[in-house]
């Protein structure tokens, strides 16, 4: 990054969104650009009037063409912005109380932290880095040297963010950048407390490895199943909610999912705490199956639960499959509602973005009425704090829970 070797010009009534500091501009706002900027270069923007509102880096082949970094006029975009950025972000989790007593945490949330398409996980010393647009591909140099000199990491790997990327028509990098090349076996131990987990962080996995954002409702959800209670985990993964219900006394756990390769690791981890005298008498089970079909079986006998955890994956990507998208929701938790004992809670998820959670909460009193269940919510969830919700950019919050007393 470097000084501005153009101008963006948006068109009449396109500035409100630039004007209230949202980091993305898209393409369909820009009336005309001066100069000859390349993809990556610095751009300044102006209103129809030429009056100056932001700087960022344009990307003319991507439908968000400018990332705005900076409503300052007098504040470059360099190295030294990045680096600095970079800096801040690790020292606020440093800082932040909820992060006490886990060696595993998000250090970078892309525009959440004033840097665009980096995302950063630390895993016990271990950081894994993802990149997701030209402006933080082409900074991939300046990351590795700020993240080594203000984490001082074991190991940096990259993975490869292959779909947000391919958006960008930028080339995926990836691969061990910084420190000792870690081999497939060895897993990294994390804890959040007491619980304790095995991340592979170079391969195979969701996201960076591990579901960070959702350390502290982990700990929430587990509350109601209790000491002896019983509890439904779906979209399992590696067992996340699982371990914490039975670090609190759960009598039995079942959790589903479709991978094997996840449900191996759930089932070490499920040994791990055990040999740490964590899981008390829990009676764990693993099922591999379509979370749809097993639930569809499990209604039709009849079983019910004292907790259903509904934590699937992203079913939305854009506005185009919200709908689609609605339907499988309301589907999901239509089942899981007749899961529930009553008396019983269902814990259900969203981390659809273009899911809000006004809209999360009307899906849910539809499947209520369709498994007519009364379903009251008790609580609300949301991400965890190292995934910061920036005021400006709404979307970055992404994830959304509802605990709800089913009767």
């Given at each position: 990054m470097s000084e501005p070797t153009g101008n963006v010009i948006l068109k009449s009534g396109r500035d409100k969104s630039v004007r209230n500091r949202h980091p993305r501009l898209f393409s369909g706002a820009i009336k005309e650009i001066i100069g000859h900027p390349k993809d990556g270069d610095v751009v300044d923007v102006t209103d129809n009037r030429g009056a100056w509102l932001a700087r960022g880096i344009i990307n003319q082949q991507a439908q968000i063409a400018v990332r705005l970094m900076t409503w300052n006029p007098a504040e470059g975009l360099d190295d030294a912005l990045w680096s600095e950025r970079i800096q801040?972000?690790?020292?606020?989790?440093?800082?932040?109380?909820?992060?006490?007593?886990?060696n595993a945490q998000r250090l970078i949330?892309?525009?959440?932290?004033?840097?665009?398409?980096?995302?950063?996980?630390?895993?016990?010393?271990?950081?894994?880095?993802?990149i997701s647009t030209l402006a933080a591909s082409n900074m991939?140099?300046?990351?590795?040297?700020?993240?080594?000199?203000?984490?001082?990491?074991?190991?940096?790997?990259?993975?490869?963010?292959?779909?947000?990327?391919?958006h960008e028509r930028?080339?995926?990098?990836?691969?061990l950048v910084l420190g000792r090349q870690l081999e497939d076996n060895h897993p990294i131990e994390i804890h959040?407390?007491?619980?304790?987990?095995?991340?592979?962080?170079?391969?195979?996995?969701?996201?960076?490895?591990f579901y960070l954002d959702q350390r502290t409702n982990r700990a929430a959800v587990a509350r109601y199943a209790g000491r002896g209670g019983s509890m439904l985990n779906t979209f399992s993964y590696t067992g996340?909610?699982?371990?914490?219900?039975?670090?609190?006394?759960?009598?039995?756990?079942?959790?589903?999912?479709?991978?094997?390769?996840?449900?191996?690791?759930?089932?070490?981890?499920?040994?791990?705490?055990?040999?740490?005298?964590n899981t008390h008498a829990t009676e764990m089970e693993f099922v591999c199956a379509d979370v749809f079909d097993d639930l569809r079986q499990r209604r039709d006998r009849g079983e019910q639960f004292d907790v259903v955890v509904l934590d699937p994956p992203k079913f939305a990507h854009n506005p185009s499959q919200v709908d689609r998208a609605a339907r499988a929701y309301k589907d999901l938790n239509r089942l899981g509602l007749a899961l529930v004992r009553p008396g019983g809670v269902l814990a259900t998820f969203s981390c659809s973005g273009v899911i809000d959670a006004?809209?999360?909460?009307?899906?849910?009193f539809s499947a209520s009425i369709e498994a007519q269940r009364d379903a009251r919510i008790v609580e609300r969830l949301t991400q965890a704090s190292d995934h910061p919700v920036l005021l400006s950019f709404p979307?970055?919050?992404?994830?959304?829970?509802?605990?709800c007393r089913v009767s």
């Open positions: 801040q972000a690790i020292s606020a989790r440093a800082r932040d109380p909820q992060l006490a007593g886990t949330f892309s525009e959440s932290d004033g840097l665009p398409g980096l995302i950063a996980d630390n895993y016990d010393g271990h950081i894994v880095v993802q991939r140099g300046v990351t590795i040297s700020a993240l080594a000199a203000a984490a001082q990491p074991k190991v940096i790997y990259e993975r490869a963010d292959e779909e947000r990327l391919k930028v080339s995926p990098g990836g691969g959040e407390r007491n619980v304790h987990y095995l991340v592979n962080v170079i391969g195979g996995g969701q996201k960076t490895g996340g909610f699982a371990l914490h219900a039975a670090m609190l006394g759960a009598g039995r756990v079942v959790n589903i999912d479709s991978s094997a390769d996840a449900l191996d690791v759930a089932q070490q981890n499920f040994v791990l705490n055990q040999m740490l005298g006004l809209l999360f909460q009307k899906i849910l979307e970055s919050e992404y994830l959304k829970g509802l605990i």
